[in-house]
């Protein structure tokens, strides 16, 4: 397929093309010529806390004047839950769907095989703002269906605080040593998922659904598994 009116040649020669080994120092491929697209698909790994921290206050403002303390944090804890679920079934059903024909390849590899390959590419590890912002809308829509006008706002709030812990962990697992046992835990888990077995592991933040669908992998973390996996 070269010489698409869309698509890069790289972008369909990494897609297409037997997979390349990891490369902890590569950036992934351009993948669209207009430059506004190209933009489009990577994000600063900082930006989710700057995106976010506004609209989490004010859904806690909205909660606050609904919900007594007690009442309010256990909506929040519910939509934190809620994401540790969506976080695992996006990773799990859609990131790692099967690629059986030439168009799932190359859209497969847009969403997600890229960060397999190119694992250090700090600019395509995050969720871009047209991704977070329109799954976020989505769920608030859910929310207000099924848990009503005031319920929705803590509901959310736990999840845009869900999601902030997912890319943290995130990031820490590819570009940090995390200093407690539990950062160091995740991140075992999810550069066992990377160097090990891709069908395991999908769990980022929690390992909690892993556990419930049984991907949760029993093996040792590998010895030549990186001591960091990307550059700082």
Avoid: N
């Amino acid at each position: 397929m070269p010489g698409h009116p869309v698509l890069t040649d790289a972008l369909l020669a990494a897609a297409l093309g037997p997979e390349a080994k990891p490369d902890l120092q590569a950036r992934s491929p351009r993948f669209f010529h207009r430059e506004l697209y190209e933009r489009l698909t990577r994000a600063h790994w900082a930006s989710p806390y700057l995106l976010w921290a506004g609209p989490i206050a004010v859904c806690l403002v909205f909660g606050t004047a609904a919900y007594a303390p007690g009442q309010l944090a256990l909506r929040v804890a519910g939509g934190w839950l809620v994401w540790t679920f969506v976080e695992y079934w996006l990773h799990r059903g859609f990131f790692h769907l099967a690629p059986t024909t030439p168009a799932r390849q190359v859209t497969s590899f847009i969403v997600h095989r890229h960060h397999h390959v190119a694992p250090g590419d700090r600019e395509r590890l995050v969720a871009t703002p047209l991704y977070s912002g329109g799954l976020a809308l989505l769920l608030f829509g859910v929310y207000g269906l099924l848990a009503g006008p005031d319920a929705r706002w803590p509901l959310l709030a736990g999840t845009l605080l869900g999601y902030l812990a997912y890319e943290w962990v995130h990031y820490l697992a590819h570009h940090r040593r995390p200093r407690t046992a539990l950062g160091r835990a995740l991140r075992r888990r999810h550069l066992r998922h990377h160097f090990g077995d891709r069908a395991t592991d999908f769990g980022i933040s929690s390992p909690l659904w892993d556990l419930v669908f049984r991907t949760y992998s029993k093996k040792h973390a590998r010895e030549d598994m990186p001591d960091r996996a990307c550059p700082p």
